[in-house]
Structure formats: C-alpha cells, structure tokens
C-alpha cells in the first residue's frame, strides 16, 4: 500500500491552517520553510477568485529522489508507502530537490534535507496528518494510492 | 523528554487534555482543541476531532497557539504604574486587589458608582461575570467591543421582528449569503456552506469582494460599499412586482407593508442597478430564485453591512426580504432559538438574564450613550462604548472618572487618538490583559490573565452541544482567570453579592439550573456532550409568531418600525445612497476605503505576536484593483499613501483582482500603522452608535521616497 495526499483544489480557500499544523507537529520555526507550501494565483481555474495549491511530499509511486540520493538517506517505510529521510546520512547535495516535483525537499535550517513524512508518527498511531485533519474545507485528504 | 515523534505512542508520558481555542473565542468559532501536555507544557495543539462544531479543524490562527500561550511577551505578575504611564513596578496580587478596591470604591463615594466604567474586549467570556459586577458595584457602565460588532445587526432584527434569526443551513433550498466570508472569518461554517453548495443549495452571494464562497454561488452580487440596503430594496420591488411575496404572512402577520411597497416601488432594477452597481438583470433573477426557490435562509455579517452611517436601515432592509418570502421563523429559513449563553441560542435554557441582572438596568443612572443612541439602550442592555471617549473628554451627561477594563483595545475604536486622550484622563484605569498591549500600557494598575488553555469555560454551540473545560495546564507565572480576579473584587468592592462571593462554580450551578446540566456531570464529559434527547431539554419550534406574535410593539413583523418612529428616525427601512454625507464627486477621495476585511491569519490584534502567523503575511498592505493601482503608477508591493480627511497612513500596495476597482480594503488590526485613526470618530450610526468604518471616501497615491 502506497498512502498519498489528494487535493481538491476547488475547495482550497487559501485559509493557510495546514501550513500552520505542519509547524506545530514538526516544530518548524518560523524562519524556516514549513513542509507544506500554499501558492495562490489570480488567473487559475476559479478567476476572478484566487485559485490555491497546498503541496507536500506525494510519496511518488516512482520517487524520483529515492534514485538519485547518493547516499541512501531517503527511503520508503514498507508498510505506509511514505517516503522519509534519515537525516544523519544526509550529505546537503541537494541533488533530490533537483528532481521532486512537488518542491518537497528543503534544505534552510542546518543545510540538511528536510521534508514532509506524512506526519508518519501520526499515521501510525492511526491519526491523519496534521494538515489534513486541521483543513477547513476538506480540501486535502490522506489515503491509499489507488 | 520524549522526542517530538514519540508523543503519539502508548505509554509516552505526553497526555491529551480537552480544551477551547483561546484566539477567536466567540459564537460562531471558539473550537474544540487537544492539546498534548507532558510535564505541564504543552507540545501539540489539534483540533477535537469528536467536537461537533469544528470536526477537528481549528484555522491559521488557532494552530499557532502555543505561540500565544507561551509568547515571551506574556504578562506573568500584576504591575503597578509609577510615575508616568508606560513605566510599571511589580506588585502582588494582594496589593493590586486592595489598590484597586480602596480606589474604585473612593470614586463611588465620591461621584456615584456610575463613573465607574466595567468594559470588556476580548476574551468574551467573562462578559456576564464582568456585567454582574458592574451592577452590584452600582454602575450600569458596562461596555464591550459589541458596540462595533454584531449587535446592531441584532438590533435591526429587534426592531423588524422582535428576536435575531439563525439562518437554517442545513434545511435551505436557496441561502443568501450577504457581506460574510466565514472561510477567512469563522471556519468552523466553511465545511457545512460547501456541503450546502453541493447539495444543491442555490448560494446568492452579496459582497463587493470576491471569496472563496464565489466559486460555489448560483448568482453573485457585487454592490457598491455601503449600497446594500438600496440593492435589499431593489430585490424586494421584483418580488413584490412579479407577486412572489407570502401574500397570507404579510395580511395576517406584518405591519406597514403599504408604506413598504411605496417606498421600494423607487427601486426599479435600472434605478438599484445606478445605485448598487449590481447589472439590473441580475437584480431580477437574484429577487427570482430567492423567492422560487424556498425555503431560503439569510446569512449576514457582524460587522460588514452595519458598518455605515445608516447600517442598521440598511440590515433592516436585508432582513425584510426573510419576512416578505415567508421564511422567518421557517424550516430552512431564519429560525429564532432564544439566547442560550454567550450569545449562542440552543435547546438549554439557562439562567444567563438573572445572572447578569442582578438588579434591573432601569433601577440605575442612565447608561454611557442613552442620550444620543437611545435605540442602542433600548435594545442592548449595555453602554454604547463608542460614546466612551466623548463622555470621557466631556464630563456630561456625568463625569467618568474611572474604568476596569479586561482586554480592552482603544485601537479599535474610530478616531482612536481621542480614546488615547480620554483614557489619560481617567483618574484611574486598570487593564486585565495577556499582553502589555497599547492600551495596557496606558493603565494605573495592569493584571496578567490567563488564556483559555489555562483556565475553566463554559461554553454552548447551536448545534446543541455543550462543554466546560478544565484547565489544561497551570497558569503562566501568576496569571489569573479573569472570572477570579472579578469574584476577587466582587468580594471587596460589591461584598453584598453573595453569588459571584460563592465563587465560580456557584455561579454555574446557578447559571446552569434550568438546563438540568451540572458543573459536576459536565466534568465528567472533557469532550463536552450532546443536549439531544436529554430529559428536559426541548428543541425551538418554528413559526412560534402564529401563537405568540411578534415581540414588536405591534406583535406583527414591522416594515414600518413604530420604535424607529417613536424615536424620531425613518421608521421604513430607508436606505439612502452609499457614503451618504460624503461628496460622491469628489476628486479628492475617489476610492471607498473598508477596514476590517478579514485576513486569514489575524484576529484583530490578537496573532501579531505570534511568528508563524505573522510570517504568513509580514508586513501591512492596502488591498488595491489592478487597474485602481495603475490608473496612479502604482505596482504590487511598492508603497504608497493612503489619505482620507482625518490623516494617512503609509502602507504596501497589494494588486488583487478580488478587490472592485471603487474600493481600498485593508486589515484594521496592524501594531505598525493606525488604519483607525483614519477614521472620524463621530461618524457613527445614530441609531445603533456603530462607526461607519466601511463607506468612508479615500484617496491613494503612490508614496514618496522616505527622506534619507
């Protein structure tokens, strides 16, 4: 089982509470890049509104930073499908955030990657996401790939 | 200590504690929250999943909340002034209960109770327990920030038919939505709204702004700032015209409709189109599906359509079409539940009235504003607060010479600079506060308060449901629950109130009688419980008015207020054109200026300290039309100079196509820049005293460079 994010897109309202969760579970400072970034735009689906993205780590089927980190420091939990990092093998290259996506990886704080586990600790305990469960209008979910 | 991950694993030391949001904190967002606590301190807030009001949701806002809780700017021990305001010494509780008893209880004897002023911002909570105290001290002077905020809608409601309508979202057919964006404001309505949309529910929604709630509207309306009585007008002419009104409810159950039909005959589709802006085609097909496509319920602001020099004519007119189409007091449309708690209205009845009555209001001197806003003290049993700083200054109708105060924010007030001047005035002032905040600053004695996490609340939903909280964790440094430092003084300086002498839980028991619920069965339910089903406890019919009338003077619905008639103002609901005293023409201030559309992230001033809001939007903005802003060579984020009669400020411009070409919108609540003070602080509603903080003309233009 792969687990992943979905976004409904209509319903985002730019609200931002799932930026702010994700700083609350990861104790991400204020300073640094939360894991999940909120982007509007004026000439998207839902003009003259402003139509909103809310993205985070996917865990790609195919996860393109799983092949290119040289030092195996990124990996998949077998069970969950979530794509994680092991931070003490990390080498700072940066050559995972060449090929993401999503933009997930970040490297602000200690110049090591950092990046959205799904709120894995939170999953195993059989909670959802901070972002998900905090999302005011349903927008994102959380569940099995397929 | 357990690592950050750990916290949700068995046998982690980290314990879930059931708590109440400590931002927003009122009717229609104060949302369930876990908070996870080891060694006293909290790691983690989420919202309560089994919370029926906020599904485990909580906003921008509330997930920052530790940043509130355990911002090094807290106040953590009461202070005393010495020598010039702004410069504070420590003091004890003892000795700050004791300075504040002997003074206040001085100025009683020397002037009367009544120059005394009991006033409350936020937190709301304490309201009642604050107004009990003001009435056993003597004072009837007890003033909130409802005096800008939701009560003249209330008002406007009393006046047409005697008691405020819910609108009934989940049994409406068509819902007009006018002048609200919850999705920003009260999040806990977003899901259920969406829901609604897809359902089916035609959405009709009023707002020169675009929102979120855009998207999911059968019809949207765009009026002018402050043309929405005109457009109410208009709407109810088609439905009049084309005889889709409720022909039996209004023979049988309505005063004044005549005089009504005469004065929207004006209002043509082409005439509302000139005055609203709103293309009289839509104007027409909006009037239709409302009236065709019942039961239709009307959701309205707090703040957003009374915020004008005739807001509450404007509100009237707005709730006048629920009447006309038959759907007050109706399944699916505006349903009235009489005031639970806290200006909530459930299934409970509880003793709030007795308790925050002990004497009746008539036995006092007259109220702060009853002189020029005597609607307002017909109908809102407190002191018009927007009159404070005028009776202040003045010393008539009678001198104030003192005020406690609990979360009061002058910066709120219109003209604000003059509110500064009347509080210096003030032989004493004491503040109750979480932070030292600009009004704080100003006070003789300062007391730390207590966030919602760290003390107890009681609190009912509409969606009959029910909690009282324990604390979560033990207060800050010496911070007190402000229904503790009120029972404190109660104590000292209204020693005959025995109730509020018993302390908080007596209280509750006696607030909490009717409603069969008790301080100890509440406690044993951390996650509050459900009032359906319980014995005792029976759900508001709907068309109550067939039995009982109308609570008007006329037992009817009135078109035409008797009460606004007695008083002197038009008792139709007249509404006249946007801006109204202002020069429409006037080059000077082509652009309307609206403060106090809602941000996501901010709460008034409330989440400015904290960084993971404030980095969410950094620095102050004025909300201008792409077009606006290059009509005058402005582009995005450059600054520029934001000019009405009373002064500028000077402030980053955000281009946004969800802005109306006519129009500057701008947060009011930013510590960097006074967006208050642009404001006259006469300009008030005469009938309810609001301020007119949405229909005032401005100009822009794009800065010059700062010298040096």
Partial sequence: MRLTFFFDEKRCSGCLACVVACRDEHDIAAHLPAYRVVRGREDGPFAPGVSYSSLACLNCADAPCLEVCPSQAIFRHEETGIVDVRRDLCLGCQACAAVCPCAAPSFAGDGLMAKCDSCQSRVAAGLEPACVQTCTTGALRFGPAS | ?708
Avoid at chain 2, 325 to 343: C, I, R, S
Wanted: proline share 7%; with cysteine; net charge neutral.
């Fill in chain 2, 1 to 708: 200590m357990a690592g950050r991950k750990d916290i949700y694993l068995p046998g982690s030391g980290v314990e879930v504690k059931k708590t109440l949001c400590a931002i927003c904190e009122g009717a229609s967002t104060s949302c369930g929250m876990n908070v996870y606590v080891q060694d006293g301190r909290v790691l983690k807030v989420e919202g309560m999943k089994e919370f029926p009001h906020n599904r485990g949701t909580l906003c921008a806002k509330g997930n920052a909340t530790r940043q509130y809780v355990y911002n090094a700017e807290r106040l953590q021990t009461p202070l005393r002034r010495v020598g010039r305001r702004g410069e504070f010494v420590e003091i004890s509780w003892e000795e700050a209960y004791g300075e504040i008893a002997e003074r206040l209880l001085a100025i009683k004897k020397k002037h009367g109770a009544e120059a005394v002023v009991f006033a409350v911002g936020y937190s709301k909570w304490l309201r009642p327990f604050a107004q009990r105290l003001a009435i056993s001290f003597g004072s009837p002077n007890f003033a909130t920030e409802s005096s800008t905020c939701h009560f003249a809608t209330v008002i406007a409601a009393k006046l047409t038919y005697g008691a405020w309508g819910a609108p009934d979202i989940a049994n409406c057919r068509s819902l007009l939505v006018w002048g609200r964006n919850p999705f920003f404001s009260a999040t806990p309505a977003a899901r259920p709204l969406i829901e609604a949309a897809e359902r089916g529910v035609n959405i009709i929604e009023v707002n020169p702004l675009v929102t979120h709630l855009s998207r999911y509207a059968t019809l949207r309306l765009a009026p002018h700032p402050g043309s929405d009585g005109v457009l109410a007008l208009g709407l109810a002419r088609v439905i009049v015209d084309e005889g889709l009104h409720d022909r039996e409810f209004i023979e049988r159950h309505t005063y004044g409709f005549d005089e009504y039909r005469a004065l929207i005959s004006r209002f043509t589709p082409q005439e509302t189109e000139r005055l609203s802006g709103v293309p009289a085609a839509d104007v027409v097909r909006a009037a239709r599906l409302l009236a065709t496509s019942g039961p239709a319920a009307i959701m309205t602001s707090a703040s957003s359509t009374v915020h004008h020099l005739d807001g509450v004519q404007n509100h009237r007119a707005i709730l006048c079409l629920s009447g006309l189409t038959g759907n007050f007091d109706a399944p699916g449309g505006n349903h009235v539940v009489p005031e639970t708690w806290l200006h909530v209205g459930c299934s409970a009845v509880t003793r709030q009235r007795e308790f925050t009555f002990p004497r009746p209001l008539a036995e006092l001197p007259p109220r702060v504003g009853a002189d020029v806003f005597p609607v307002w003290c017909r109908f809102v049993g407190e002191a018009q607060a927007m009159h404070l700083p005028k009776q202040i200054l003045s010393g008539k109708p009678y001198p104030l010479h003192a005020m406690l105060a609990f979360g009061c924010n002058h910066r709120m007030w219109p003209g604000n600079d003059v509110f500064e001047r009347a509080l210096e005035k003030l032989d004493f002032f004491v503040d109750v506060d979480l932070f030292l905040t600009p009004t704080a600053r100003r006070a003789d004695i300062v007391l730390p308060a207590c966030s919602s996490l760290e003390r107890s609340e009681l609190r009912f939903y509409s969606c009959d449901h029910v909690i009282l909280t324990e604390p979560a964790i033990a207060p800050l440094g010496l911070a007190r629950a402000d229904s503790d430092i009120i029972i404190e003084l109660a104590r000292r300086i209204a020693p005959d109130d025995t109730l509020l002498g018993a302390g908080y839980e007596a209280c509750l028991e006696y607030i909490l009688q009717p409603s069969g619920l008790t301080v100890t069965e509440l406690k044993r339910h951390p996650s509050g419980l459900s009032l359906g089903g319980r014995p005792g406890i029976t759900a508001s019919g709907h068309y109550k008015y067939r039995q009982n009338g109308f609570a008007t003077p006329t037992g009817k619905m009135e078109f035409v207020s008797t009460v606004l008639g007695e008083m002197g103002f038009a008792p139709l609901p007249v509404a006249a054109a946007p801006g109204g005293d202002q020069d429409m023409e006037a080059a000077d201030f082509p652009l309307f200026l609206v403060t106090g559309v809602r941000l996501p992230m901010y709460m008034h001033s409330r989440t400015f300290r904290n960084p993971w809001n404030r980095q969410l939007h950094p620095l102050p903005t004025v909300s201008l039309n792409p077009q606006t802003a290059a009509a005058r060579g402005i582009g995005d984020g450059e600054e520029v100079l934001l000019r009405t009669k009373r002064g500028e400020v000077r402030v980053r411009a955000q281009l946004t196509g969800v802005v109306p070409g006519d129009m500057a919108c701008i947060y009011h609540g930013w510590p960097e820049i006074e967006v208050n003070r642009l404001l006259h602080p006469d300009r008030l509603d005469p009938i309810s005293g609001f301020p007119a903080c949405k229909s005032l003309r401005c100009a822009i233009a794009k800065a010059p460079p700062l010298p040096g």
